[in-house]
Structures are given as structure tokens and as C-alpha cells.
């Protein structure tokens, strides 16, 4: 059993119980044990390891977790994102370009694509990544995109109600039959979550509403795409259902943020339905970001992820999305990535990530600057130095 030391680290953020959000511990080291943390404190006591990294003082942060993510597709939508900074509005109606192109691309493709992804993204820190189906709205298609994002990650999602797909455009009834049926059968076996676009344009509550059940009562997790376009009932509609995580949150109302924050745990930490802010689809969709502050003040707990997909946020950047958090969402550089780690994996009910405290999987990201301060201070600049995975450095 062969043990690592993550030595000499000036600002360690562990997310644990400490004088302040962050938990933060200086001067410290972290032992690796069978890829979990098995003891955080400081490097003057550190116990002797099989192997030692000396990180020479940089702050090192528990890796990012993304919990929200649709990598598998083909092609791109470089020049309607052209069309968009000249003017044209984010519909969403572009999701079906990308269903063609994916049910085009043989799985091979649709593989190396997500596996491209994950790459990108864990250069950038991040550890732990959401996937969701979408864009394949067949039962086949929905299947396979699923089988293909089980390769990568246990968190996976299916999202057959992304929209209704051309051939069904004049019966959605039908297809919302199709996806409680035959397609949610296909999936379930490659899913843990299941997500539904509830937006004008894609899906109202009544048919958000019935999906979600069907997935509930085949043992699926609730998370779902809400109050994103414009105001609506997604976000109580996900409180009604006990959903892990409501996802966007660019438009709501009073009644909307009481709902969630209605959703507190008893011991006082947070929310069980967890906000998951995207300013990624905000800022390439040139959006109004959603008001971070007014969420966290009404106690409700948020989390940061990159939304990354090709036609309204195709970035796997979680750095960039604490920059954009802090500069336009009234956010503090703390809050920000506590919510792109710890706040992550609440979106997931995940305990065992997004912190690192004894116990932990051994994710770790060294940055190259001494501060975390540093990801929304430097915006655009590679810090990620060294990212751990699983105890392995990568
Ligand atoms: O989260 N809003 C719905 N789904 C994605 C966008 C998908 C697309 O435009 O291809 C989102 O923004
Ligand atoms: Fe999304």
C-alpha cells in the first residue's frame, strides 16, 4: 500500500471546518492513501510517505466538480455563435443541428469526443464531470450517448426531454410518451440522474413534470434545466420534486428563490435543492448573468458548472467560470470556488468530493500561484500546475 505526500503547500483549501468557508490551512501537506486523503495538517508534522511532490508553497484546492455537462455530440455551432455576437437571440433551437450531426456520427466519434472533453477539462482542474445525454432523442441514440458517457463518469444523465426532435414536432405528446416509455427503459440502465429542458420552446410542467416521475420511479435522481431563457416554473417544479439541483437560474422571482431556500437541511448547512449557476450559457448566449448574491443571502447554496455543450456554452473552463462568477454575479472570490468544488458535488449528493478531509477521495489541484484568490484574480491564464486524480498524479 503505497502512500504520497503533498508537501510544502502555502494555502490549502480543504472545504472542511476551519476559520473560514474554505476551510483553509497553511503551511500544510496532505498524505494519499489508496487514492483517499488519509490526513491533512501541517507540513512540520507530516508523516513519512513512500513518495513526496514539494508544490514549493502554491495553493492547492480540492479538483473541480462539473456538474453540468453535455459532451456527447458531434460537430460544432461556431457560426451560429457568429450569428449571436452580431445580434441573432439563443433559442435553443439549435439543439436539433446538433441531433442530426450526432446521429450522423458513428459511436467511435461520439467517444472521442467526450474523451477529448474530459482531457480538456481535467487539464483545467476538474476532476469530476456531469455528463447528460440530449442530443441523439431516439431510443437508440439516447442509449448509446449514455453507454458512451458511462465510460467516463459515474454521473451520467439522461436528458432524452432536451427538445422534441423534428419528427415528433407536431405531436409532443407522443414523444413525451416515447421518453417515459421505451427511451427512459433504453437509458435508465446507463443513467443516475434524469434532466428535462422546462422552457418555452422545449418543454412545459406538465410534460417536465411527467418525465421527471417516470425517472423518479425507476430510481432516477431529479436535476433540471430551469428559468434559463426567461422566467417559469422550472425552479419550483424542482423543489416540488425533491430535485438534487435546479440548473441556470438566470430568471427568477421572489417566489422562485423562497422555494429554494425553503429546501434548507435541518443542521443549518444549506440547501438540498442546490442552485447550479452556468455564466458560461450566459456569457455565450450574451445573457444577463443570474444574481449569485441574492440566492446566497436567502441562504440557498449554490454551485458553479460549465454547462459545456456546443451551442450555448462550449467551454470546459471551470476557472473561467469562477472569473465570470465573482466579476458579474456578485460573488466573492471564497464563494466562488467553493461552489465549483464543494457546492458541485452537493449538486451531485456527493460527499466524498468537492473537499479534502480525511476520507476524501484524493483529488487535488496545484496551482500555480499562492493563492486560490489567484483563478479569479488571473482570469484566462493557465494556473492549473498539477492536477491528482484519485491519488494519481495525471
Ligand atoms: O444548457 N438549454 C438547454 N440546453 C443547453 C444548450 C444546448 C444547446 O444549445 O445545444 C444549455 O444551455
Ligand atoms: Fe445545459
Known sequence: MSTLLVDNIGELVTNGIG??????????????????????????????????????????LPG?????????????????FAARMAGEPYTGGG??????????ATDGELRANVRRLCGEALRQGTTTMEIKSGYGLSVADEARSLRIAAESSSETTFLGAHVVPAEYADRPDDYVGL???????????????????CERGAFDIDHARAILACGQAVGLGVRLHANQLGPGPGVQLGVELGAASVDHC?????????????????????????????????????????????????????????????GSSYTSSMPFCIALAVREMRMTPAEAVWAATAGGA?????????????????????LDAPSYLHLAYRPGVPLIRQV???GVPQ
Open 19 to 60: 476559520a473560514d468557508s474554505l476551510g483553509i490551512r497553511r503551511k500544510a501537506a496532505v498524505l494519499v492513501e489508496e487514492g483517499q486523503v488519509a490526513w491533512v495538517g501541517p507540513s512540520a508534522y507530516a508523516p513519512v510517505a513512500d513518495r513526496r511532490i514539494d508544490v514549493g508553497g502554491a495553493a492547492v
Open 64 to 80: 473541480f466538480v462539473d456538474s453540468h455537462a453535455h459532451l456527447v455530440f458531434a460537430g460544432d455551432r461556431a457560426a451560429e
Open 95 to 104: 439543439i436539433r443541428t446538433t441531433v442530426g450531426a450526432t446521429r450522423a
Open 179 to 197: 421518453v417515459c416509455g421505451p427511451m427512459l427503459a433504453a437509458a435508465a440502465p446507463h443513467a443516475k440522474w434524469i434532466d428535462v429542458f
Open 250 to 310: 438566470t430568471h427568477l422571482s421572489d417566489a422562485d428563490v423562497d422555494a429554494l431556500a425553503g429546501t434548507a437541511h435541518s443542521d443549518g448547512f444549506g440547501t438540498r435543492t442546490v442552485a447550479t449557476l452556468l455564466p458560461g450559457a450566459d456569457f455565450s448566449t450574451r445573457s444577463p448573468y443570474p444574481d449569485a448574491r441574492r440566492l446566497l443571502d436567502a441562504g440557498v447554496t449554490v454551485a458553479l458548472a460549465t454547462d459545456c455543450n456546443p
Open 346 to 366: 452537493r449538486a451531485l449528493r456527493r460527499d466524498d468530493v468537492g473537499v479534502l478531509t480525511p476520507g476524501a477521495r484524493a483529488d487535488l489541484v496545484v
Open 388 to 390: 491528482i486524480r484519485n
